[in-house]
């Protein structure tokens, strides 16, 4: 077994893009990816997302281009008592078409964001490499225009997430939320 779990590893860690490799969609349009999604998918190998996942909601996000570029960026999601918790952002764009940066104005880290595969009237998958002193952390994350998309959209998002060293257990499908339904 411990041989297996080795050549499991060693098989794994071949298969793993590094943060630097991973290019956001090519002729990336803001504009198109503008407008009202659902979170569908979140994972991280974070300790705050570890000690949190069990307890996650889906939650919806504006995307608002802004006339330099960059975008405003709104999270809402419910609380676990039921009210609205409202997150903003401003996100700066780079040279990179579909990358931005921002400093969580909640949390403090700075987040480097690329908008990875986009189809803009389905879904959007989104990876971000977040740094906060000494410690970094990626979190991926899947949208949907509406709050269901495909098994083979949510797989995508597992095995992308998996070669971007996510464990398995990290990643998670958020359950949907009827009073986002709207
Ligand atoms: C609901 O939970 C949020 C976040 O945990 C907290 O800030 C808020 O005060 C709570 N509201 C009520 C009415 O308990
Ligand atoms: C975004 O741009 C503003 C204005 O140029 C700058 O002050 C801020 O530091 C930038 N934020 C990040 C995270 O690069
Ligand atoms: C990160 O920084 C904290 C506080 O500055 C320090 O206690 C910790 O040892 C550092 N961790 C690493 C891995 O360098």
Excluded at 75 to 102: D, I
Aim: charged content about 20%; proline content about 2%.
């Amino acid at each position: 077994m411990a041989s297996l779990h080795t050549l499991l590893g060693v098989v794994l860690c071949s298969l793993m893009v590094s943060s630097s490799e991973i290019l956001p969609q090519a002729d990336f349009d803001l504009q198109a990816m503008a407008g009202k999604w659902y979170l569908i998918g979140i994972c991280s190998n974070a300790q705050w997302f570890v000690s949190r996942k069990a307890n996650m909601k889906t939650g919806t996000a504006i995307i608002k281009p802004t006339e330099d570029g960059g975008i405003e960026l709104s999270f809402s999601s419910l609380t676990n008592n039921g009210t609205c918790r409202k997150m903003e952002n401003l996100a700066n764009k780079t040279e990179v078409p579909g990358k931005f940066t921002y400093r969580s104005r909640y949390w403090g880290y700075v987040s480097d964001l690329r908008m990875v595969d986009v189809k803009y009237d389905e879904y959007g998958l989104t990876y971000s490499f977040n740094t906060r002193g000494n410690e970094t952390f990626v979190v991926n994350r899947l949208y949907g225009r509406s709050l269901d998309l495909s098994a083979e959209l949510q797989e995508k998002f597992r095995q992308f997430s998996l070669e971007t060293g996510i464990l398995a257990e990290n990643i998670i499908m958020l359950p949907k939320h009827s009073d986002f339904i709207k």
